[in-house]
């Protein structure tokens, strides 16, 4: 009898990714970087596509994701953390092997709470984090 053989499409990937950072304090999902010479359009209800992507080949997966992580926070601890949640999760609800999630702080934007914030400080931080994969 044979194995039969369940695909897991590439969304549900990065759905996982994605509500995995969701759920860690002070980290939200930096907006992908423009192209040259690309244009947003301004439509009702339009949003701009996020920095997490997921690539997979057989059964590895590699995430790569652009972080913005509240001010006070520790740039590499919250960046550990969140490959770690990232690996552990992906592996746990697909029995995939994550090979690597690598971080890429894009920015340090103000905690929400504070009445009267803006929404992201001009603070480019170019910490990166490479490689967290399963142990």
Same mark, same amino acid.
């Given at each position: 009898?044979?194995?039969?053989?369940?695909?897991?499409?590439?969304?549900? %990937?990065?759905?996982?990714?994605?509500? *995995?950072?969701?759920? =860690?304090?002070?980290v939200?999902?930096?907006?992908?970087? %423009?192209?040259?010479?690309?244009? =947003?359009r301004?439509?009702?209800?339009?949003?701009?596509?996020?920095?997490?992507?997921? *690539?997979?080949?057989?059964?590895?997966?590699?995430?790569?994701?652009?972080?913005?992580?509240?001010?006070?926070?520790h %740039?590499?601890?919250?960046?550990?953390?969140?490959?770690?949640?990232?690996?552990?999760? =992906?592996? %746990?609800?697909?029995?995939?092997?994550?090979? *690597?999630?690598?971080?890429?702080?894009?920015?340090?934007?103000?905690?929400?709470?504070?009445?009267?914030?803006?929404?992201?400080?001009?603070?480019?931080?170019?910490?990166?984090?490479?490689?967290?994969?399963?142990?």
């Amino acid at each position: 009898m044979t194995t039969p053989e369940v695909d897991i499409s590439k969304s549900v %990937l990065l759905d996982i990714a994605s509500t *995995t950072l969701d759920h =860690i304090e002070g980290v939200e999902i930096a907006p992908a970087p %423009l192209k040259v010479g690309e244009v =947003i359009r301004n439509q009702p209800g339009a949003r701009r596509p996020r920095a997490l992507r997921v *690539t997979r080949e057989g059964q590895e997966v590699t995430v790569d994701v652009g972080l913005n992580i509240e001010y006070g926070q520790h %740039l590499v601890k919250v960046s550990q953390q969140a490959q770690r949640s990232i690996c552990e999760n =992906i592996e %746990l609800m697909t029995g995939l092997k994550v090979k *690597t999630v690598n971080i890429s702080v894009q920015g340090v934007c103000v905690p929400k709470e504070q009445p009267g914030a803006r929404a992201q400080s001009s603070v480019k931080p170019s910490a990166t984090a490479k490689g967290q994969g399963a142990s």
